[in-house]
């Protein structure tokens, strides 16, 4: 006898499942019972996935079942659940047995197979042809090719499963008879009944000679057509018929040798099909779809590279590090060029690029730039909230609507085989039952595999070796490690107020005075006035925000001219920005929040940039009997083990510590409603404790990162330009960072450090030292 195993039992009331059968079994909804749902919620918790299928006939159940995987659980089209089993052995049912769940479970024991004689395999061929016979005079042509490229006896006499002749005491019986030679001899019978039953019914004959005789006129009537059709196109000197209209149109396209051959295949197809097959359109569709792809069209890339990145520079300030990546895969690819190196190892130099950052600094308007600066053609292919793998994929041709998938699409509609394809926010790119885009992409965008890349619509090889693809993306712990290691990551961190108003001057005020109706004679900004706008009343890393304001203000001087207040030209400065946008809203406050002890300021990254983040410490009297440790502001596991670690060092540091015998220890981080996680708090809570315990407040001009370990160690953390860019907007001049941070240091704009006093600090002491103020304000421990 074979494995023994438990098993969930899924009753089967209107059906039987023979091994090889793949059907669905609703699971909710009116037809569904509590013991499907039972056994597959229990089988779906187990790690094989496994359920026993067991026919039940008059109340009774079957002595053998079914061993079934659930393949997918998901939902119907009328919104009800189902799951997908497929039977795999015959198992015998013992005894009872436990398991979790509300399933009964038995312990049930795979049936061994009997062997396999020359006398079965002649019976398994007697049978093949059979079926064959019944299928053809049922019209069920489809069916046939499967039927044939089955070679197992078993598998063969278990595909009586799905047989509409044979009921279920005859299925039942199936199932229960091991001995393959017993199942066929059996079907054999059966099958031959059926087909005599099928003979000798007139009503079917008489059917069945009617549509011969109506396939035979539509034959003769079509034969005369394209008879017509030839002599008039001979006239006309054009191909006879449709078919020879695609034959003629792929053999006249510049198509690889293999994407000839599998077209010309297709041709052949679409000549031997009836018109009245639905496969007819899809073979169509298909053609249509090679056809349009430009397989040979490559445009040439500028090899100008002063030009190319001149007209970086002109659409966009800053971003050198892409800029830079650009410039030298153009001067790359004009060195291969003038030494007349091509294609190596199958593979172009197409170059795959991750653009992650804030919202606002450029990512997406980043890729025409680009694609102007090369010569190439641009598309972009948005994958935010796409949950099908088959979107990048396509999707077989056995489904009705088929289509390639996005990026063969992207192809097409370029125009040419090496453009530049931004694929924007793959941050944002979800999975289902449907699958997984991300996992998809993996091929797509890996430089070592992309050169033969095959679309499930097309099942082609398709080369995208020579595609320039960018990828935006706000948040990089969203994008899978895999698929992150495929892409050269190139960090855009914000713009300093410098770049913000040179941006502003020469991009986003001529766009919007355009949009506005207005000239740049009819409006003049100011300089001190950008800068107001970058500063006090706009505090972002990208430049959306900034460009609203400078909206808003040329909306309302429009409507001033309009009512007749207000006279053209207009020039906008610092005192008459009130007027337009009411008060700045984004004035420093650290000198206001630090002025008390316990409070410190912090620096953090977030999915918008770099931000600057306080932290409040508390202790409760000595008479409340509170006691421990309150930490609140949503934050997450690290952040509250962060707390944890600064309270452990104080006490086993500072002689004052002693203060905090007795007394409950309150940690707050604003904004409540904003969750907060990470490591790098630490320093600034043990600082805000330590401000708490002497008295002294935190200096309003220091701002700190890192990393505490238990001994006071201050450990590097990461966004470090970010951060430093954060705390320049909120008027921040010094900034402590982890010694072992100074190398991203080289990172952080020139501008920027120029008006910033960085301590690169080892020990908890050091930050003490340079961020606790002289004065006493208060002693806690009193």
């Given at each position: 006898?074979?494995?023994?195993?438990?098993?969930?039992?899924?009753?089967?009331?209107?059906?039987?499942?023979?091994?090889?059968?793949?059907?669905?079994?609703?699971?909710?909804?009116?037809?569904?019972?509590?013991?499907?749902?039972?056994a597959v919620?229990?089988?779906?918790?187990?790690?094989?996935?496994?359920?026993?299928?067991?026919?039940?006939?008059?109340?009774?159940?079957?002595?053998?079942?079914?061993?079934?995987?659930?393949?997918?659980?998901?939902?119907?089209?009328?919104?009800?659940?189902?799951?997908?089993?497929?039977?795999t052995?015959?198992?015998?049912?013992?005894?009872?047995?436990?398991?979790?769940?509300?399933a009964?479970?038995?312990?049930?024991?795979?049936?061994?197979?009997?062997?396999?004689?020359?006398?079965?395999?002649?019976?398994?061929?007697?049978?093949?042809?059979?079926?064959?016979?019944?299928?053809?005079?049922?019209?069920?042509?489809?069916?046939?090719?499967?039927?044939?490229?089955?070679?197992?006896?078993?598998?063969?006499?278990?595909?009586?499963?799905?047989?509409?002749?044979?009921?279920?005491?005859?299925?039942?019986?199936?199932?229960?008879?091991?001995?393959?030679?017993?199942?066929?001899?059996?079907?054999?019978?059966?099958?031959?009944?059926?087909?005599?039953?099928?003979?000798?019914?007139?009503?079917?004959?008489?059917?069945?000679?009617?549509?011969?005789e109506?396939?035979?006129r539509?034959?003769?009537?079509?034969?005369?057509?394209?008879?017509?059709?030839?002599?008039?196109?001979?006239?006309?000197?054009?191909?006879?018929?449709?078919?020879?209209?695609?034959?003629a149109?792929?053999?006249?396209?510049?198509?690889?040798?293999?994407?000839?051959?599998?077209a010309?295949?297709?041709?052949?197809?679409?000549?031997?099909?009836?018109?009245?097959?639905?496969?007819?359109?899809?073979?169509?569709?298909?053609?249509?779809?090679?056809?349009e792809?430009?397989?040979?069209?490559?445009?040439?890339?500028?090899?100008?590279?002063?030009?190319?990145?001149?007209?970086?520079?002109?659409?966009?300030?800053?971003?050198?590090?892409?800029?830079?990546?650009?410039?030298?895969?153009?001067?790359v690819?004009?060195?291969?060029?003038?030494?007349?190196?091509?294609?190596?190892?199958?593979?172009?130099?197409?170059?795959?690029?991750?653009?992650?950052?804030?919202?606002?600094?450029?990512?997406?308007?980043?890729?025409?730039?680009?694609?102007?600066?090369?010569?190439?053609?641009?598309?972009?292919?948005?994958?935010?909230?796409?949950?099908?793998?088959?979107?990048?994929?396509?999707?077989?041709?056995?489904?009705?609507?088929?289509?390639?998938?996005?990026?063969?699409?992207?192809?097409?509609?370029?125009?040419?085989?090496?453009?530049?394809?931004?694929?924007?926010?793959?941050?944002?790119?979800?999975?289902?039952y449907?699958?997984?885009?991300?996992?998809?992409?993996l091929?797509?965008?890996?430089?070592?595999?992309?050169?033969?890349?095959?679309?499930?619509?097309?099942?082609?090889?398709?080369?995208?070796?020579?595609v320039?693809?960018?990828?935006?993306?706000?948040?990089?712990?969203?994008?899978?490690?895999?698929?992150?290691?495929?892409?050269?990551?190139?960090?855009?961190?914000?713009?300093?107020?410098?770049?913000?108003?040179?941006?502003?001057?020469?991009?986003?005020?001529?766009?919007?005075?355009?949009?506005?109706?207005?000239?740049?004679?009819?409006?003049?900004?100011?300089?001190?006035?950008?800068?107001?706008?970058?500063?006090?009343?706009?505090?972002?890393?990208?430049?959306?925000?900034?460009?609203?304001?400078?909206?808003?203000?040329?909306?309302?001087?429009?409507?001033?001219?309009?009512?007749?207040?207000?006279?053209?030209?207009?020039?906008?400065?610092?005192?008459?920005?009130?007027?337009?946008?009411?008060?700045?809203?984004?004035?420093?406050?650290s000198?206001?929040?630090?002025?008390?002890?316990?409070?410190?300021?912090?620096?953090?990254?977030?999915?918008?940039?770099?931000?600057?983040?306080?932290?409040?410490?508390?202790?409760?009297?000595?008479?409340?009997?509170?006691?421990?440790?309150?930490?609140?502001?949503?934050?997450?596991?690290?952040?509250?083990?962060?707390?944890?670690?600064?309270?452990?060092?104080?006490?086993?540091?500072?002689?004052?510590?002693?203060?905090?015998?007795?007394r409950?220890?309150?940690?707050?981080?604003?904004?409540?409603?904003?969750?907060?996680?990470?490591?790098?708090?630490?320093?600034?809570?043990?600082?805000?404790?330590?401000?708490?315990?002497?008295?002294?407040?935190?200096?309003?001009?220091?701002?700190?990162?890192?990393?505490?370990?238990?001994?006071?160690?201050?450990?590097p953390?990461?966004?470090?330009?970010?951060?430093?860019?954060?705390?320049?907007?909120?008027?921040?001049?010094?900034?402590?960072?982890?010694?072992?941070?100074?190398?991203?240091?080289?990172?952080?704009?020139?501008?920027?450090?120029?008006?910033?006093?960085?301590?690169?600090?080892?020990?908890?002491?050091?930050?003490?030292?340079?961020?606790?103020?002289?004065?006493?304000?208060?002693?806690?421990?009193?």
């Open positions: 006898m074979g494995e023994t195993l438990a098993l969930p039992v899924l009753p089967l009331d209107d059906v039987v499942v023979l091994p090889g059968m793949v059907v669905p079994i609703r699971i909710s909804g009116a037809d569904a019972s509590a013991e499907a749902r039972a919620d229990a089988a779906t918790t187990a790690a094989n996935h496994q359920v026993l299928l067991v026919p039940r006939l008059d109340g009774k159940y079957a002595a053998v079942g079914t061993l079934a995987e659930i393949e997918q659980v998901g939902r119907l089209p009328g919104g009800e659940r189902a799951a997908v089993v497929r039977g052995k015959r198992v015998r049912i013992g005894t009872g047995t436990t398991g979790p769940g509300a009964l479970w038995v312990n049930a024991t795979i049936a061994d197979e009997s062997p396999i004689t020359e006398r079965t395999r002649e019976l398994a061929r007697e049978y093949r042809a059979l079926v064959t016979n019944i299928l053809q005079t049922r019209g069920a042509w489809q069916m046939v090719d499967s039927v044939q490229q089955i070679s197992d006896p078993s598998a063969l006499a278990d595909l009586a499963g799905y047989a509409s002749y044979i009921d279920e005491k005859q299925k039942i019986w199936l199932l229960e008879t091991a001995d393959v030679t017993t199942r066929l001899e059996k079907l054999l019978e059966w099958g031959q009944a059926h087909l005599t039953e099928l003979d000798v019914n007139e009503t079917i004959a008489k059917d069945v000679k009617e549509g011969v109506k396939q035979q539509e034959f003769l009537l079509r034969q005369q057509m394209a008879a017509i059709r030839k002599e008039l196109a001979e006239l006309d000197g054009k191909p006879a018929t449709e078919q020879e209209d695609y034959r149109r792929v053999e006249a396209a510049d198509l690889p040798e293999k994407v000839l051959k599998a010309l295949t297709e041709v052949d197809k679409l000549e031997r099909t009836s018109e009245q097959s639905p496969e007819v359109g899809w073979i169509r569709t298909w053609l249509d779809t090679v056809l792809i430009p397989w040979n069209e490559r445009t040439e890339d500028s090899y100008d590279i002063k030009a190319a990145r001149e007209i970086l520079d002109a659409d966009h300030a800053g971003l050198d590090d892409v800029k830079q990546r650009i410039t030298e895969y153009l001067a690819r004009k060195r291969r060029a003038d030494r007349g190196l091509g294609v190596v190892g199958g593979r172009r130099s197409g170059a795959v690029l991750a653009l992650t950052g804030p919202p606002g600094v450029g990512k997406t308007s980043l890729g025409e730039s680009v694609a102007r600066a090369m010569g190439r053609k641009f598309v972009r292919v948005a994958l935010g909230g796409v949950r099908d793998e088959a979107e990048i994929r396509g999707h077989r041709r056995t489904y009705v609507g088929a289509l390639p998938g996005r990026i063969v699409r992207a192809i097409s509609e370029a125009g040419s085989m090496n453009p530049v394809v931004l694929l924007d926010e793959i941050d944002k790119v979800g999975s289902d449907r699958g997984d885009p991300t996992a998809a992409l091929e797509v965008l890996d430089p070592a595999q992309n050169h033969t890349f095959r679309d499930h619509y097309l099942e082609v090889e398709l080369d995208l070796s020579d320039v693809f960018l990828a935006t993306a706000n948040v990089l712990e969203s994008i899978p490690a895999p698929l992150l290691d495929r892409m050269e990551l190139v960090q855009l961190d914000g713009y300093t107020e410098d770049e913000k108003v040179t941006i502003a001057s020469d991009h986003l005020l001529p766009r919007q005075l355009d949009r506005a109706g207005l000239t740049s004679e009819d409006v003049k900004f100011e300089k001190p006035a950008l800068h107001q706008l970058a500063s006090e009343y706009t505090r972002e890393a990208g430049v959306r925000q900034l460009e609203r304001a400078l909206a808003r203000v040329l909306r309302k001087v429009t409507a001033k001219v309009a009512l007749g207040d207000s006279e053209l030209p207009v020039v906008v400065d610092q005192p008459s920005l009130k007027s337009y946008l009411g008060s700045p809203k984004n004035t420093p406050e000198a206001e929040r630090t002025s008390v002890p316990g409070v410190a300021t912090g620096l953090a990254v977030t999915g918008v940039g770099g931000d600057v983040l306080f932290i409040e410490a508390s202790l409760a009297p000595k008479d409340t009997g509170a006691s421990g440790v309150t930490l609140t502001g949503q934050l997450g596991d690290v952040m509250k083990e962060s707390a944890q670690i600064a309270l452990s060092y104080l006490r086993s540091h500072d002689d004052k510590a002693a203060a905090l015998d007795g409950g220890v309150h940690i707050h981080v604003p904004a409540g409603a904003v969750p907060k996680d990470g490591p790098s708090a630490g320093v600034t809570m043990t600082t805000a404790l330590a401000s708490l315990l002497s008295g002294r407040p935190v200096r309003s001009d220091v701002a700190m990162t890192g990393e505490i370990s238990l001994t006071g160690r201050v450990l953390i990461g966004g470090v330009k970010q951060k430093l860019l954060a705390a320049h907007r909120a008027g921040i001049t010094t900034v402590l960072l982890p010694s072992r941070n100074e190398p991203d240091l080289d990172d952080v704009p020139e501008s920027v450090r120029e008006q910033l006093t960085v301590h690169l600090v080892s020990d908890v002491s050091e930050v003490l030292e340079h961020a606790l103020s002289q004065e006493n304000v208060a002693v806690v421990a009193a």
